[in-house]
T-cell receptor
């Protein structure tokens, strides 16, 4: 079945770049997403990339998509302590004929040290 | 717009009790869904709806019922709560034709 894998933890120093990696299995996914979850809060959509794109940049965030290897990454430039959170990778899947459903990875906990 | 709202934020139930988790959105989204989030498991789809009057099962539907009588509301009912249903529940919505889902703040449910 469909699966999304990501490493569970990442620790960086403030000001460094963070790179969070994700692999997925469904090659027919239309969109791939990055969500951020702060402690005790809901999921915040950070960014998404359409499957026919290789890269998307949005201020400090850069998403790279390697469709051949089914590999997605999120780079956060100049990481700040406020970026400490859990980051979820998700792929859209065709579930019951609807592309609106998402399969999530287990989340990567990013810790930013001052 | 309020976006996606969920009530209650916290709930404690005893085994065997029933309750309804409320979800509403004011973005006129056709698509709504319920996920549960468990430690180490990520988010898993419970039920979803592609429009008023239409619902379908997701990955983990057992023990839950849904209905969609209006576009705005998508309540999740626990028929007879079990400790295995202790989790954080998220409702999400998206407009028809796109896959960008927006999530509510979540309901933290504990079943004793």
């Amino acid at each position: 079945g469909e699966d999304v894998e990501q490493s569970l933890f990442l620790s960086v120093r403030e000001g460094d770049s963070s790179v969070i990696n994700c692999t997925y299995t469904d090659s027919s996914s239309t969109y791939l997403y990055w969500y951020k979850q702060e402690p005790g809060a809901g999921l915040q959509l950070l960014t998404y990339i359409f499957s026919n794109m290789d890269m998307k940049q949005d201020q400090r965030l850069t998403v790279l998509l390697n469709k051949k290897d089914k590999h997605l990454s999120l780079r956060i430039a100049d990481t700040q302590t406020g970026d400490s959170a859990i980051y979820f990778c998700a792929e859209s899947i065709d579930y019951g004929g609807s592309q609106g459903n998402l399969i999530f990875g287990k989340g990567t906990k990013l810790s930013v040290k001052p | 717009n309020a976006g996606v709202t969920q009530t209650p934020k916290f709930q404690v139930l005893k085994t065997g009790q029933s309750m309804t988790l409320q979800c509403a959105q004011d973005m006129n989204h056709e698509y709504m869904s319920w996920y549960r989030q468990d430690p180490g498991m990520g988010l898993r789809l419970i039920h979803y709806s592609v429009g008023a009057g239409i619902t379908d099962q997701g990955e983990v539907p057992n023990g839950y019922n849904v209905s969609r009588s209006t576009t705005e509301d998508f309540p999740l009912r626990l028929l007879s709560a079990a400790p295995s249903q202790t989790s954080v529940y998220f409702c999400a919505s998206s407009s028809s034709g796109t896959d960008t889902q927006y999530f509510g703040p979540g309901t933290r449910l504990t079943v004793l």
